[in-house]
């Protein structure tokens, strides 16, 4: 079950300074995992399932602490219960914002590194390249079934579909929630203005009034490995509203189609949950759009562990459930109900609050039960654990730096048993901050100007809050973060990073309408009459403060 690829996996510099350290009684304690889980693999006859759920924008404290909860006017009492028999979180990162934050997740790397550190809107024409290696990739090399639903976006061309990045079957929304408003229902509620034909008057003065609308776009997308791409449904609210609930009865499908065939699964559940056309009758007495579709997010959890125990599998089967990152706390639209709850930030931002989040993990039999892990993990290291756990872990590549970390120690053994003590914080393709142990450097110039004197230091178990930047009391350590920086930085020249890929959005769909394949026709016929190639602009970065999701108050 431990690496038997004779080249080890690159990780990020910071890494190998703890390796050092701690070799030794890494090794050991490997050892007898490898052990366990070989006994584990004996006694169910195979690897473990695994299961992961990942939902929007939601701050640490908002679920999984009764109390806070309770202050918030609703309750998640599955989430609570995987608290009860399994791990809750505490220092769970994530990237700062919904794109990065997949990416991340499912290619083990900090998305600065593959191109996909910003929110792109529709139109993108581009996504998650193909020369990245998924945890889709590693665990079908490995023997697995392999399933992604739900909101998915990592990009609108072929290369990016999921059912193309490993998985064998998928229901994905390629971009994210703001495709539900995109109809003439959101555009007479004024929450989508000018998006719908026949909503308003014509303007008499228009020269060109469909420049601005991403026409064409396809709102879901089914789709299997090697045999089809199908536009599901329609641009349109029914099929927004319909997806989750198909989502959901396809898991439990492909879960139990898997079981009969008694083959290994791993599936990637990440709900719409939000939406900008909001349901008019409220169901929880906070009455805001996050409560509400949690309790419908959390209803479905508590399914999802009743049908497993049903189909006499939980014992063999890893279930995380967690948020993608912090909450829309800077222009939130009306009503949502987003609170920062504990730390101080939000999504696009790197304080703690953007970028740590809720998060469980639920083994029964492996995982002990009514755990507060307080070590470090980030969402990356889900691939790499992922990987041991199901036998692939010769499968992740070793031409590049993987940044996530082999967690598998933390799951089995519990708190005080992880391997990771530091953190890069990104937002877009900026470093933020830096985390190491219980310490944390923000970076950039300060207002006056950047001396180095005035370097900003935090205490996140004094301060976890990040209110009181401390100077004189830290100055010891700023040669220190300056040598993990520069090291940082010297890794990435040695390791590139990569971009995204770019091409012509939804090709390949079987059934694409009119509209859809006018994107392609449209640039074909553009090319033969401009003096100029529209395809260059899909190679074109746009400059950093130009850039809509390089806000922190942009909602993404």
């Given at each position: 079950?431990?690496?038997?690829?004779?080249?080890?996996?690159?990780?990020?510099?910071?890494?190998?300074?703890?390796?050092?350290?701690?070799?030794?009684?890494?090794?050991?304690?490997?050892?007898?995992?490898?052990?366990?889980?070989?006994?584990?693999?004996?006694?169910?006859?195979?690897?473990?399932?695994?299961?992961?759920i990942m939902?929007?924008?939601?701050?640490?404290?908002?679920?999984?602490?009764?109390?806070?909860?309770?202050?918030?006017?609703?309750?998640?009492?599955?989430?609570?219960?995987?608290?009860?028999?399994?791990?809750?979180?505490?220092r769970m990162?994530?990237?700062?914002?919904?794109?990065?934050?997949r990416?991340?997740?499912?290619?083990?790397?900090?998305?600065?590194?593959?191109?996909?550190?910003?929110?792109?809107?529709p139109?993108?024409?581009?996504?998650?390249?193909?020369?990245?290696?998924?945890?889709a990739?590693?665990?079908?090399?490995?023997?697995?079934?392999?399933?992604?639903?739900?909101?998915?976006?990592?990009?609108?061309?072929?290369?990016?579909?999921?059912?193309?990045?490993?998985?064998?079957?998928?229901?994905?929304?390629?971009?994210?929630?703001?495709?539900?408003?995109?109809?003439?229902?959101?555009?007479?509620?004024?929450?989508?203005?000018?998006?719908?034909?026949?909503?308003?008057?014509?303007?008499?003065?228009?020269?060109?009034?469909?420049a601005?609308?991403?026409?064409?776009?396809?709102q879901?997308?089914?789709?299997?490995?090697?045999?089809?791409?199908?536009?599901?449904?329609?641009?349109?609210?029914?099929?927004?509203?319909?997806?989750?609930?198909?989502?959901?009865?396809?898991?439990?499908?492909?879960?139990?189609?898997?079981?009969?065939?008694k083959?290994?699964?791993?599936?990637?559940?990440?709900?719409?949950?939000?939406?900008?056309?909001?349901?008019?009758?409220?169901?929880?007495?906070?009455?805001?759009?996050?409560?509400?579709?949690?309790?419908?997010?959390?209803?479905?959890?508590?399914?999802?562990?009743?049908?497993?125990?049903?189909?006499?599998?939980?014992?063999?089967?890893?279930?995380?459930?967690?948020?993608?990152?912090?909450?829309?706390?800077?222009?939130?639209?009306?009503?949502?109900?987003?609170?920062?709850?504990?730390?101080?930030?939000?999504?696009?931002?790197?304080?703690?609050?953007?970028?740590?989040?809720?998060?469980?993990?639920?083994?029964?039999?492996?995982?002990?039960?009514?755990?507060?892990v307080?070590?470090?993990?980030?969402?990356?290291?889900?691939?790499?654990?992922?990987?041991?756990?199901?036998?692939?872990?010769?499968?992740?590549?070793?031409d590049?730096?993987?940044?996530?970390?082999?967690?598998?120690?933390?799951?089995?053994?519990?708190?005080?048993?992880?391997?990771?003590d530091?953190?890069?914080?990104?937002?877009?393709?900026?470093?933020?901050?830096?985390?190491?142990?219980?310490?944390?450097?923000?970076?950039?110039?300060?207002?006056?100007?950047?001396?180095?004197?005035?370097?900003?230091?935090?205490?996140l178990?004094?301060?976890?809050r990040?209110e009181?930047?401390?100077?004189?009391?830290?100055?010891?350590?700023?040669?220190?973060?300056?040598?993990?920086?520069?090291?940082?930085?010297?890794?990435?020249?040695?390791?590139?990073?990569?971009?995204?890929?770019?091409?012509?959005?939804?090709?390949?769909?079987?059934?694409?309408?009119?509209?859809?394949?006018?994107?392609?026709?449209?640039?074909?016929?553009l090319?033969?009459?401009l003096?100029?190639?529209?395809?260059?602009?899909?190679?074109?970065?746009?400059?950093?403060?130009?850039?809509?999701?390089?806000?922190?108050?942009?909602?993404?």
């Amino acid at each position: 079950m431990s690496d038997s690829n004779a080249d080890p996996i690159i990780h990020d510099a910071e890494y190998y300074l703890l390796e050092e350290k701690h070799a030794d009684s890494w090794a050991k304690e490997d050892a007898a995992l490898d052990v366990q889980l070989s006994e584990l693999r004996e006694k169910h006859g195979g690897p473990p399932n695994i299961i992961h759920i990942m939902w929007d924008d939601t701050a640490f404290g908002d679920v999984g602490i009764p109390a806070l909860a309770a202050i918030r006017g609703f309750e998640t009492p599955n989430l609570d219960r995987m608290r009860d028999e399994g791990i809750m979180f505490t220092r769970m990162y994530t990237e700062a914002a919904c794109t990065p934050s997949r990416a991340a997740t499912i290619t083990g790397r900090h998305p600065v590194r593959t191109g996909m550190g910003v929110v792109d809107w529709p139109l993108i024409f581009g996504g998650l390249s193909g020369e990245e290696v998924t945890t889709a990739n590693v665990l079908s090399d490995a023997g697995y079934a392999t399933a992604f639903y739900g909101k998915w976006h990592l990009g609108d061309i072929e290369e990016s579909y999921p059912h193309n990045q490993g998985f064998d079957e998928t229901l994905f929304e390629p971009y994210n929630q703001v495709s539900g408003m995109w109809n003439a229902q959101g555009d007479a509620m004024n929450v989508a203005i000018g998006i719908a034909d026949g909503v308003r008057p014509k303007n008499p003065y228009a020269l060109d009034e469909d420049a601005l609308r991403p026409d064409g776009y396809v709102q879901v997308i089914d789709g299997v490995k090697g045999e089809y791409t199908k536009e599901w449904g329609g641009p349109d609210p029914e099929t927004y509203n319909a997806l989750d609930p198909e989502c959901e009865r396809r898991l439990f499908d492909f879960i139990g189609r898997n079981v009969s065939d008694k083959k290994p699964f791993f599936a990637s559940y990440w709900p719409n949950m939000l939406g900008f056309v909001p349901d008019p009758i409220k169901t929880t007495y906070n009455s805001g759009a996050l409560a509400d579709t949690l309790k419908i997010v959390d209803a479905f959890i508590g399914e999802l562990m009743t049908e497993l125990e049903r189909l006499g599998i939980a014992e063999n089967t890893l279930l995380v459930a967690m948020a993608d990152n912090g909450p829309m706390v800077h222009m939130p639209p009306s009503g949502w109900g987003m609170s920062a709850t504990i730390f101080r930030g939000g999504k696009g931002e790197f304080l703690e609050g953007g970028v740590r989040v809720p998060a469980f993990a639920w083994w029964p039999g492996t995982i002990q039960p009514g755990q507060h892990v307080n070590d470090m993990i980030h969402e990356t290291d889900l691939y790499t654990t992922f990987a041991r756990l199901g036998g692939g872990t010769d499968f992740i590549p070793r031409d590049r730096v993987v940044d996530g970390l082999d967690q598998t120690a933390l799951l089995v053994n519990g708190d005080k048993h992880g391997r990771r003590d530091y953190n890069f914080i990104y937002t877009g393709d900026n470093l933020g901050a830096t985390v190491k142990g219980r310490y944390k450097r923000h970076w950039g110039a300060v207002e006056g100007g950047d001396t180095g004197t005035a370097a900003v230091f935090f205490d996140l178990i004094l301060d976890p809050r990040e209110e009181y930047a401390q100077m004189v009391p830290m100055i010891y350590q700023s040669g220190q973060w300056d040598r993990m920086l520069a090291r940082h930085e010297l890794w990435k020249e040695k390791y590139p990073n990569r971009q995204k890929a770019r091409g012509i959005p939804f090709t390949g769909i079987e059934n694409a309408r009119p509209e859809t394949k006018e994107i392609e026709n449209g640039i074909k016929r553009l090319r033969e009459r401009l003096p100029f190639d529209p395809l260059e602009f899909m190679q074109f970065t746009m400059p950093k403060d130009k850039r809509l999701s390089h806000r922190t108050d942009a909602v993404d």
